[in-house]
T-cell receptor, first 107, second 114 residues
Framework: GQSLEQPSEVTAVEGAIVQINCTYQ??????LSWYQQHDGGAPTFLSY????GLEETGRFSSFLSRSDSYGYLLLQELQMKDSASYFC????????FGKGTRLHILP | GAGVSQSPSNKVTEKGKDVELRCDPI?????LYWYRQSLGQGLEFLIY????????KSGLPSDRFSAERTGGSVSTLTIQRTQQEDSAVYLC????????????FGNGTRLTVT
């Protein structure tokens, strides 16, 4: 079977840094993706890691360790507009999503 | 260009009726996915297509659910004899075949079974 674990909620302060972790168990693995979803909206792609290491895209970075079946999304210089749910997703033959982490940002 | 289009955006149906949900993917995208999302919950995998073939139907909750894709483009998800527990947002996404190609989601169909 496949399973992904991520925290259900995280709270951080505007301007700070927050890390959202994701651990996974899958029969096959090609890569780990992250998606953002605002309330009432559709998920949108943030990043993809196919190899170990850090991928950086502006204020967002994503990390993967295949040997540890672990990844994280790092959000820097938090803005109120970053309040959303964040999903990790594993690609094997299909793409399976975690249950999502709701990020609350305090002013 | 145009994004993924889903119709209808909202559907209210009576328990026991059949419904059809439609997804029009981005032109050229060979992979197409259906997910279900209940309020405040994660994305539950239902089925995916590569071209017109569905290699994995393991996520379909019951035999009341079926999906097809024709011409490597439009897909239809059909729910027969709807039940109240089928109420959710049904999301469709498409991508290129490459495994690192991101999914592009439609805005979903909100299904309410009364």
């Amino acid at each position: 079977g496949q399973s992904l674990e991520q925290p259900s909620e995280v709270t951080a302060v505007e301007g700070a840094i927050v890390q959202i972790n994701c651990t996974y168990q899958t029969s096959g693995f090609y890569g780990l993706s992250w998606y953002q979803q605002h309330d009432g909206g559709a998920p949108t792609f943030l990043s993809y890691n196919g190899l170990d290491g850090l991928e950086e895209t502006g204020r967002f970075s994503s990390f993967l360790s295949r040997s540890d079946s672990y990844g994280y999304l790092l959000l820097q210089e938090l803005q109120m507009k970053d309040s959303a749910s964040y999903f990790c997703a594993v690609t094997d033959d299909k793409i399976i999503f975690g249950k999502g982490t709701r990020l609350h940002i305090l002013p | 260009g145009a994004g993924v289009s889903q119709s209808p955006s909202n559907k209210v149906t009576e328990k026991g009726k059949d419904v059809e949900l439609r997804c029009d993917p981005i032109s050229g995208h060979t992979a197409l996915y259906w997910y279900r999302q209940s309020l405040g919950q994660g994305l539950e995998f239902l089925i995916y297509f590569q071209g017109n073939s569905a290699p994995d139907k393991s996520g379909l909750p019951s035999d009341r659910f079926s999906a097809e894709r024709t011409g490597g483009s439009v897909s239809t998800l059909t729910i027969q004899r709807t039940q109240q527990e089928d109420s959710a947002v049904y999301l469709c996404a498409s991508s290129f075949t490459d495994r690192d190609s991101p999914l592009h989601f439609g805005n979903g169909t909100r299904l309410t079974v009364t």
